[in-house]
């Protein structure tokens, strides 16, 4: 179902102090909202995240997973470990993730696959390169993402995915898209779902926007008709910053 969400993505920060500090003043500060509100800690912290916000309305997500069940690969993390602690929302595809680590569409497509099985719900990251966009191909790119990512899956799944467009050159730059290019870009990612499925799926699914949200800049972008929130980066490290963007939408 579509609802509002505003997601915090801490990365590679906060240490096992920092993240009760955090979620304590997120906790203790958490203002009446309708919108969902969902923090993405590191691995290691997951399971304390997870007791830290026990009886407030704030959800925890993973950063990401792996797509097979166990077996030999060294250092990664599977759906039934995070399921086993309390995680059943996990962020796959990353721009960070394709292209500090390799993670291909083809690859990113098994990992939701894996998650669908395992009834996890997915934030699925996707978005263009500035050469994308400086040479005018940022819709292609964002189509062939979600359709070599998504596109096999049968519109039932649609149900426990959300989406977060990401464009490449507003995430840690300070960059932001405009308001009108996020609605632009979000309005053509409904088109795009609606020509591969339906009208009635692309309504449903709740699209987020990510690159560089401030409490500044959140307001309007999430006035905008076709974004329903925010994956935030550097601005949910900072427990005002994080409230601040949650009260804006
Ligand atoms: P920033 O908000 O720091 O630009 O990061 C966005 C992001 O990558 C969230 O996943």
């Not at 102090?17 to 997951?46: M, Q, Y």
């Not at 962020?91 to 993730?97: A, F, K, L, N, V």
Request: hydrophobic share 45%.
């Amino acid at each position: 179902m579509r609802s509002k969400i505003v997601a915090g993505n801490w990365k590679m920060n906060n240490n096992q102090d920092e993240t009760e500090s955090l979620l304590t003043d997120l906790k203790n500060n958490l203002p009446s909202t309708t919108a969902e509100v969902i923090v993405a800690p590191t691995f290691v912290n997951l399971a304390q995240a997870t007791s830290a916000v026990k009886d407030s309305a704030i959800q925890v997500a993973a950063q990401n997973m792996h797509f097979a069940a166990n077996g030999a690969f060294t250092g990664e993390i599977s759906a039934d470990m995070l399921l086993n602690i309390g995680i059943d929302t996990v962020i796959i595809g990353h721009s960070e993730r394709r292209a500090y680590f390799g993670e291909t569409d083809e690859l990113l497509a098994k990992k939701v696959a894996t998650a669908l099985d395992n009834n996890m719900r997915i934030i699925f990251c996707f978005g263009e390169e500035l050469e994308d966009r400086k040479s005018g191909n940022h819709f292609k790119v964002v189509a062939s993402q979600l359709k070599n990512g998504l596109f096999s899956l049968p519109a039932d799944a649609f149900k426990s995915i959300v989406l977060a467009y990401e464009p490449v050159w507003a995430i840690g730059t300070g960059e932001t898209a405009s308001p009108e290019q996020a609605q632009e870009m979000h309005a053509f990612i409904r088109e795009t779902l609606s020509e591969a499925y339906s009208s009635d799926i692309a309504q449903e699914v709740s699209i987020l926007y990510g690159g560089s949200v401030k409490p500044g800049n959140a307001n309007e972008i999430f006035s905008k008709p076709d974004v329903d929130g925010g994956l935030i980066g550097g601005a949910s490290l900072v427990a005002d910053d994080f409230l601040a963007i949650v009260k804006a939408i």
